[in-house]
């Protein structure tokens, strides 16, 4: 029998501004999309790689399922506010085309409520009514969806570019994808196994060891890849010759240092000093760069986000 997400949950969420999808997903504004339509200013992805921040949905297939309860993670997990449920115990899956009609609508309405808006720039929210990019990464493990390879392709098929975020942990999923992202995210948030378990908090056996085969498989993809380290001060800056090894495993395309933020339900489980200053996350980088033999080839200060390549620059998907 399918178990039913507690309804204290799905409130505290409406809350918070999750547009649910379907039984398990969900879209949710990102704030560079309220900056980018209200103040002009733009997020790191449209920096580094030209992804309009007006024309993202920032999305997720797996809101309520998670192989990880990271100490960072803004999203709520199983305990928070008293409420629980098997984030484990997975859902019959809505399908991708579902899924993918239900999102767009869902974003069509998240930017109705700019419609009245006197400072809302109205040339980018004509631009942001067809949207772009998807950005698969709002909450959960994306990977433990079924369907994913064909909730890609679908966007792929209208025109979309797709950011897919994952924390590793389901190397053979990855390893099957119907079709590939255009850009594929790894979260590398530990530079051993000791320190995973206290800041990942697995949920499945051997989770480090899997985290490890997924690394070992990003050089066969053909699409760009990133290991993304989320940096949480006085749990994950440390060891950074661990760092460096894992990145000689997976030879990403790119490195993304970036500061844990105070945000969301994170701060549940850690406190305002927890996140790193822009220059100690530069210094963090900068200490990478000189164990690898990546370079720091851009940063945006107000995301706390440094980038690092072998390239000379990063690969642009500049939409029109």
Same mark, same amino acid.
């Given at each position: ?10 409130? /505290?969420?409406?809350?918070?501004? !999750? ?12 704030? %560079?999309? !309220? @900056? ?27 809101? +309520? *399922? ?7 993670? %803004? ?9 629980? %449920? ?47 990019? /998807? ?14 390879? @064909?909730?890609?392709?679908? +966007? ?31 979260? /590398? ?18 989770? %480090? ?33 661990? *760092? ?6 997976? @030879? ?27 220059? @100690?996350?530069?210094? +963090? ?36």
């Amino acid at each position: 029998m399918e178990q039913s997400i507690p309804l204290p949950l799905l409130q /505290v969420l409406k809350k918070h501004k !999750y547009h649910l999808v379907g039984k398990h997903s969900a879209v949710k504004r990102c704030n %560079w999309l !309220y @900056e980018s339509l209200i103040h002009g200013r733009s997020c790191y992805k449209q920096k580094f790689y030209g992804i309009k921040s007006h024309q993202c949905i920032q999305m997720s297939p797996s809101l +309520f *399922y998670c192989t990880e309860k990271c100490l960072f993670c %803004w999203r709520a997990q199983s305990g928070d506010l008293q409420i629980k %449920w098997n984030e484990m115990k997975l859902p019959n899956w809505d399908p991708a085309e579902e899924i993918v009609q239900e999102s767009l609508k869902a974003q069509t309405k998240i930017l109705s409520g700019y419609n009245g808006n006197p400072k809302t720039n109205w040339k980018k929210f004509a631009e942001a009514l067809t949207p772009k990019h /998807v950005a698969i990464s709002l909450a959960g493990e994306p990977a433990l969806y079924e369907h994913l390879g @064909e909730l890609i392709g679908l +966007f792929h098929h209208k025109g979309f570019t797709t950011f897919l975020v994952s924390n590793g942990t389901i190397p053979s999923k990855l390893a099957e994808l119907s079709e590939e992202p255009t850009q594929l995210y790894i979260s /590398v948030c530990a530079p051993n196994e000791e320190v995973f378990k206290r800041v990942c908090r697995p949920q499945v056996p051997n989770a %480090w060891a899997k985290l490890n085969e997924t690394l070992s498989m990003l050089p066969n993809f053909r699409c760009p890849t990133v290991t993304r380290m989320t940096l949480v001060k006085g749990h994950n800056m440390e060891h950074i010759d661990g *760092y460096a090894d894992l990145a000689e495993r997976a @030879e990403p395309t790119y490195i993304e240092a970036k500061a844990y933020m105070h945000v969301g339900f994170s701060g549940l489980r850690l406190d305002y000093k927890n996140m790193p200053s822009h220059k @100690e996350v530069h210094a +963090f980088a900068r200490r990478l760069a000189e164990k690898t033999g990546y370079k720091i080839l851009d940063e945006a200060v107000e995301s706390r986000v440094v980038l690092l390549s072998k390239r000379r620059k990063p690969l642009r998907f500049d939409t029109p």
